[in-house]
């Protein structure tokens, strides 16, 4: 399988707070600190190669240190980057996690060079796939994709979406457009409800009557293979004519929840492209590469 991701590559840098008491006006004290590569098109790309897909990975960095050193790790992981290059106004887009001892993560990011994305070679790409996962990406990307599949002559490729929550909160007309274009559409269930524009949101918790009437509902609308992550229940998939749910893979700790949904995903679309899985192992195969990324620090297994 050939495929190209889109989206954002960034700098994470990754704080493991600790326990321990905090003493008001003193330094705090934390387990760790630690750089790793993440962004959606990067955590995307780690896992299509451990599958042992043929990656391109379409983003832009800053011309800057932090941006080499992420393209050195795009090289380690053996993706290409063709369509990999460097903004010549922005710096490195980048990322603060801090994440809390019982898992819970939170992000401040510098947008940067990802709030641009340069593409000038997406078309060629788009040729070359048989796959397109694009990432949660600003609009200006979005309509650059469009552009991109709307002059491809590839009729094969297959496209795989993960939005942006605040794409779907604003009811962006070239997301909306794109996803209706997706083969694959995976979101969690609190972003499934602000694409069907719900005001008073549901809580994600095991599927209910309610719950799987609206997954249903978003099919529908949207005409496609719909993935809804129920977090931290499990997943459930609809494709207008079979529901399957899949409960959550069981672990024993969880150390951050950054980067398990781009896990969810990518592992989902490749085993269901490849249509060498039944939906339920599919589920399952995600459901399990995604519990080993809460296992581990950084938004990937690298």
């Not at 794409?167 to 499934?192: D, I, S, T, W, Y």
């Not at 893979?249 to 969880?254: E, F, K, L, N």
Request: glycine share 6%; aromatic share 8%.
């Amino acid at each position: 399988m050939k495929v190209v991701t889109v989206g954002n590559v960034n700098l994470d840098v990754v704080v493991l707070e600790s326990s321990a008491p905090r003493l008001p006006g003193d330094k705090n004290d934390v387990e760790a600190i630690n750089l790793y590569a993440g962004g959606g098109a990067f955590n995307g790309a780690y896992s299509f190669r451990a599958l042992g897909a043929e990656v391109e990975v379409a983003s832009t960095v800053g011309a800057d240190f932090e941006g080499e050193w992420l393209h050195n790790k795009l090289r380690s992981i053996g993706a290409r980057d063709t369509c990999f290059n460097s903004h010549p106004n922005f710096a490195t887009s980048k990322a603060v996690i801090q994440v809390q001892p019982q898992g819970r993560a939170t992000v401040q990011a510098y947008r940067g060079a990802s709030q641009d994305l340069q593409l000038p070679c997406l078309n060629a790409l788009l040729d070359w796939a048989d796959v397109l996962y694009v990432a949660p990406v600003a609009e200006r990307a979005i309509t650059k994709v469009l552009q991109a599949l709307e002059q491809s002559s590839n009729s094969d490729l297959k496209v795989v979406v993960i939005p942006a929550a605040q794409g779907l909160h604003e009811q962006q007309a070239p997301l909306k457009q794109l996803l209706k274009r997706a083969n694959v559409v995976c979101m969690n269930f609190v972003e499934a409800q602000l694409y069907l524009g719900r005001g008073e949101l549901l809580p994600e918790t095991e599927p209910t009557p309610a719950m799987t009437e609206l997954i249903h509902e978003l099919q529908t609308e949207l005409d496609t293979n719909v993935v809804v992550t129920l977090v931290p229940a499990g997943c459930v998939f609809y494709d207008g004519e079979r529901t399957h749910y899949q409960a959550a893979y069981p672990i024993a700790r969880i150390c951050s929840t950054i980067g398990a949904g781009d896990a969810f995903a990518s592992t989902f679309s490749f085993h269901f492209l490849a249509q060498t899985h039944s939906v339920p192992e599919c589920l399952a195969l995600a459901s399990r590469y995604s519990a080993a990324v809460l296992q581990a620090p950084g938004a990937n297994l690298g």
